[in-house]
């Protein structure tokens, strides 16, 4: 009987151990996300193909109303010649290890350079831990709004 106590004892700590870490890791990579939905509007402005920065080679981009658009190519392509926009990204949750892969769910507001409001609506991405940061690997949205 006392070794299952020590038993269960340990196998709590190991829990709460893993528990707080995931909770630190899962912090450390909200800041990193936050900074990079900080920019995400103004690379994208610059036309330039830049934005495939924040994703992963075989990324895809699930635009609301198109089919997905999958790789460097079709995704700089949504984006090329894009109208000039400032996005505002709110994190809501945060899911995953922290370490290799973490899911965000945020709500988005869009205005145009002058600050008049032209969208909001939410976003799901799938990031994932790559050899060069945290970069993008799924990403989906869609308007509160109908469809115009």
């Known amino acids: 009987m006392k070794k299952v106590l020590i038993l269960n004892g340990l196998l709590l700590l190991a829990f709460l151990g893993n ?4 909770n630190s890791s899962l912090k450390e990579v909200r800041k990193i996300i936050e900074a990079s939905n900080a920019n ?4 994208a402005n610059k036309n330039d193909g830049s934005i495939l920065e924040k994703y992963t080679d075989d990324a895809c981009l699930f635009p609301p109303n198109m089919a997905p658009l999958c790789g460097g190519q079709q995704i700089a392509s949504f984006f090329k010649n ?3 926009v400032q996005v505002k990204f709110t994190i809501q949750n945060l899911y995953g290890d922290g370490k290799t892969s973490v899911t965000e769910e945020s709500f988005y507001e869009m205005t145009d350079m002058q600050g008049k409001k032209l969208d909001n609506g939410k976003v799901i991405v799938i990031w994932v831990n790559t050899k060069n940061g945290w970069k993008m690997h799924r990403d989906m949205f869609s308007s509160n709004n109908p469809a115009k």
């Open 82 to 84: 894009g109208p000039q």
């Open 19 to 22: 528990a707080q870490t995931s």
């Open 40 to 43: 995400y509007a103004a690379i």
